[in-house]
């Protein structure tokens, strides 16, 4: 073998720089975070918190806007739950293979991949021009849901398929129905993986900003935390309680990350 | 009692998937229904390499996009693949178990930021960098390459740490039996076996790199122009949609839905590409599930 | 059992968001969308109106002005906003006068030149000027900022100044007044058209110099006695006479303390003068 660096020294080299790399990157997050915590964090108080906001953003709180996102939120998630784990068990327990849940399977991984923005699109188009909603919560999280849906379908049927067949065998042998064995014994485990998909899903909601603008506005006391942030941003009228902002929302993806985490090993604990 | 459940429950499922993928395709033919007529009138390929795009004037060209999106993308995917790559090497190899515990919530976190906080963060740190060091306006193919390479860090960095960790044991076990270092066993052993589940990372990475508005609005700068070099400003595919879409009327909305057509397709081949590089490493090993469970999920962001 | 209390807050969640949503009679509110410049000053109109008139609930988006116009066509807003003044096809609309607006070229404060012509700035933004050199500055290259297709200001800059030329699509586009007062602001060789209320320095944020055009410096004195000529109207458009609560908000604001807040923000009153650009 010719080599002009010995395999030991290579692996030095490569290592540290691996080491490196991840150090950096994991640097450049927390650097994200703390620079925004650090501008943020001394702007809020119980006020900012507690009032709306006044002036274009740049006196008051941002009390409406935390509630907005959270009901945004909601809604998008409530609607899309059901609709998308039950369609989930419907492709997982219910259908053969076939060429129609296939392509049932892959649109739905494609428009879980389509820009947030198109929805947004759609969202106007459908539920402003056509249905008359106007920019609302509704509209809102109509569209959201939509756009959510398909990471919902694809996430709790991956989870489902993942439960062992045995369990189904087990159940259908000691005499359950259909029904029986997907509640009893298929569901229960696959909460966890329905459950960090939908975590998923309201993460994305809380975070998303283009679908959200067209559709619930961007009306000072009826948007999201996210389009808050954008607006005192882009028109310069506060930087102040922009990072206030953007320091809550950080915390609450942070929240809602933790929480996740917690759900999920409970589960696995469970399931053991 | 039993059998009227059973059949209700069946029922139930099926309004549910019913509704659900009506949903789905209702988006799907909308978009479609929207966007084909001023495809039609303009001409497909008179679409996509037409040079000029001046909506008030009845020009619709957005082979300016379509060369933004590219370079875009493309510089995304050479900041951030091999950083990515590397981070999920570290985190199934390398990193102590204490730091792996603070790694994955932080890469988790990464994925729950925002993108108007990165673009932000994209705003007041790397545009003016560059405007003063490098020169030009700031805003540039340079600023968003980066911005959206940290974006895709998280998709990249867990599809590929699944796939490593996801290998049979004596993979590992053997090439360090035979002799050879834990780094040529990680280069010439397992990287290549991941090989499959590494491509479909990049490849859904690359995806959200394309699908992008807000984050890439903000550092742009958003000319419609043919880039020259890095340091020039461009217009994405996303971005032409985001900037535009609210006051559009008639053939200019719907030029930005024919826009949306471009992206969903070139979504659905990568996302194609994917799911058949998948697919074939399935048929091989028994991770299919844990890997693909996983896969979807951060895909999804 | 567990599964039904979740199931049971479940539901009542949805019911709150629902009446939250649903909650509002109709006719107290007005919705209103359009021009992101007149946003903010519609902002601080419809919070002193709301404290007159607590009942009524005025909800105010931006979008740009093409959009407001177009929402209202579509009935999705009572009232449009636009920066520009209305074009053929709009023009079977209602549509008032609500103020002046001057618009301002700016600099970099460090920028040396002080002053252009019509000419010149219209040589910029069709590239055939591309050195600050050629007007005076220092030798660079001119970074070319600009508005989005469909924004009033973008619009009302083209008839004012490009004479019918196109503005190079090599110019950065930026997406509101506060985008491209910032980007100027941390830009030597920056150049971009904002409205005039928001040349002058605000706390926290950093200064930009507007330009002189034809010696005429851009100050709200100028733009009355009518030497500066960039400027163009602020406009509420609706599909109809407006009538009820609409014409209320309408009413105050072309009232003598509706003029006096937009006066106060910068803006120049549609009032003492009556003329119309």
């Known amino acids: 073998m010719k080599r002009r660096i010995k395999p030991q020294t290579a692996e030095k080299i490569a290592k540290g720089a691996i080491w490196t790399i991840a150090l950096m990157v994991i640097g450049i997050l927390i650097a994200i975070i703390v620079y925004i915590l650090y501008k943020g964090l001394p702007v809020i108080n119980w006020s900012f918190l507690t009032e709306a906001p006044r002036r274009m953003g740049k006196e008051g709180g941002i009390s409406s806007s935390i509630i907005i996102t959270l009901s945004v939120t909601a809604l998008a998630v409530l609607i899309a739950m059901p609709f998308g784990i039950g369609t989930a068990f419907y492709l997982a327990e219910y259908t053969r293979d076939n060429i129609i849940t296939r392509i049932i399977r892959f649109s739905a991984e494609s428009l879980a991949g389509i820009p947030s923005i ?6 106007y188009i459908f539920f402003l021009e056509i249905l008359g909603l106007g920019w609302s919560v509704l509209s809102g999280g109509l569209t959201l849901a939509i756009m959510i849906l398909p990471t919902i379908i694809r996430t709790s049927e991956e989870a489902i398929l993942a439960v062992s067949k045995t369990y189904r065998e087990v159940s259908f042998s000691l005499g359950g129905t259909k029904w029986q064995t997907i509640r009893k014994a298929v569901f229960p485990s696959a909460v966890r993986g329905i459950t960090n998909g939908i975590i998923l899903s309201v993460g994305r909601s809380v975070a998303e900003t283009a679908a959200v603008i067209l559709t619930v506005g961007s009306d000072l006391k009826m948007r999201t935390m996210a389009i808050h942030f954008y607006q005192l941003v882009m028109e310069g009228i506060s930087m102040e309680n922009a990072y206030g902002t953007a320091a809550i929302l950080i915390i609450l993806i942070f929240f809602i990350n933790v929480v996740a985490n917690m759900l999920i090993d409970r589960f696995i604990a469970k399931g053991r | 009692m039993k059998k009227f459940k059973e059949k209700l429950s069946g029922r139930i499922f099926l309004l549910l998937a019913l509704s ?6 209702l988006i799907t033919v909308f978009i479609f229904v929207q966007g084909l007529p001023i495809i039609a009138k303009v001409g497909f390929f008179k679409f996509i390499s037409g040079m000029e795009w ?7 060209g957005i082979f300016p996009m379509i060369a933004g999106t590219v370079s875009v993308t493309l510089g995304a995917a050479l900041i951030g693949i091999p950083v990515g790559i590397c981070c999920s090497i570290f985190m199934a190899e390398l990193a102590p178990e204490k730091m792996r515990k603070i790694f994955r919530p932080a890469i988790q976190l990464l994925a729950g930021i925002p993108s108007v906080l990165y673009g932000f963060c994209g705003l007041i740190f790397v545009v003016p960098l560059i405007r003063d060091y490098l020169g030009g306006p700031g805003m540039s193919i340079l600023a968003g390459s980066i911005i959206l390479a940290i974006m895709i860090l998280p998709t990249i960095i867990s599809i590929s740490e699944v796939s490593l960790i996801a290998l049979p044991r004596h993979y590992k076990e053997g090439a360090l039996a035979l002799g050879m270092t834990h780094w040529q066993t990680i280069l010439r052993v397992q990287l290549p076996a991941a090989k499959s589940g590494i491509v479909a990372a ?3 990475g690359i995806g959200r790199a394309i699908g992008e508005t807000m984050a890439v609005i903000m550092v742009l700068g958003n000319s419609v122009a043919i880039p020259e070099s890095i340091l020039d400003s461009v217009r994405t595919l996303t971005t032409n949609i985001g900037l535009e879409m609210a006051y559009a009327s008639d053939e200019h909305q719907q030029a930005l839905f024919a826009t949306g057509i471009v992206l969903f397709v070139i979504i659905m081949i990568l996302n194609a590409t994917a ?11 028994q991770n299919k599930r844990k890997s693909n469970e ?3 999920q951060t895909a999804d962001r | 059992m567990k599964y039904k209390i979740c199931i049971i807050l479940l539901v009542a969640l949805i019911c709150t968001v629902l009446m939250t949503s649903c909650g509002e009679e109709e006719g107290t509110k007005i919705v209103i969308a359009g021009s992101t410049s007149v946003q903010p000053y519609a902002e601080i109109l419809s919070e002193d109106y709301e404290a007159l008139a607590s009942e009524i609930k005025v909800i105010i988006n931006g979008g740009g002005s093409s959009a407001g116009i177009s929402a209202v066509m579509k009935n999705v807003a009572d009232i449009g906003m636009s920066s520009r003044s209305l074009n053929e096809k709009e023009s079977g609309l209602w549509s008032v006068e609500i103020a002046k607006d001057g618009l301002a070229l700016i600099i970099h404060p460090d920028n040396p030149v002080t002053n252009l012509s019509i000419e010149q700035i219209r040589g910029i933004y069709t590239q055939e000027i591309t050195n600050w050199s ?17 924004s009033g200001t973008r619009s009302a800059f083209s008839d004012m100044v490009m004479d019918g030329a196109r503005i190079t699509p090599k110019a950065i586009v930026q997406n509101s007044n506060g985008a491209v007062r910032q980007l100027v602001s941390g830009d030597k060789y920056a150049i971009g058209f904002i409205s005039l209320g928001l040349v002058e320095h605000q706390d926290g944020l950093k200064p930009v110099k507007g330009l002189s055009i034809n010696g005429i410096t851009p100050i709200r004195e100028n733009v009355i006695n009518g030497s500066y000529n960039l400027f163009r109207p602020f406009l509420f458009v609706s599909n109809k006479e407006p009538e009820g609560t609409v014409k209320d908000f309408i009413d105050f604001i072309l009232s003598e303390h509706g003029q006096q807040i937009l006066i106060d923000e910068g803006l ?3 009032s003492p003068e009556k003329e119309i650009g």
């Open chain 1, 118 to 123: 198109v929805y947004g699109l759609f969202g």
């Open chain 2, 54 to 60: 001046a909506p008030g004037e009845g020009e619709f």
């Open chain 2, 202 to 204: 990049v490849i859904l």
């Open chain 3, 134 to 150: 050629e007007l005076g500055g220092v030798n660079h290259k001119i970074h070319v900022i600009s508005r989005e297709e469909g």
């Open chain 2, 294 to 296: 996983t896969k979807n």
């Open chain 2, 20 to 25: 659900s993928i009506s949903a789905l395709v």
């Open chain 3, 268 to 270: 120049i009153s549609v």
């Open chain 2, 275 to 285: 799911q058949y590089i998948t697919r074939k490493k399935h048929s091989k090993t």
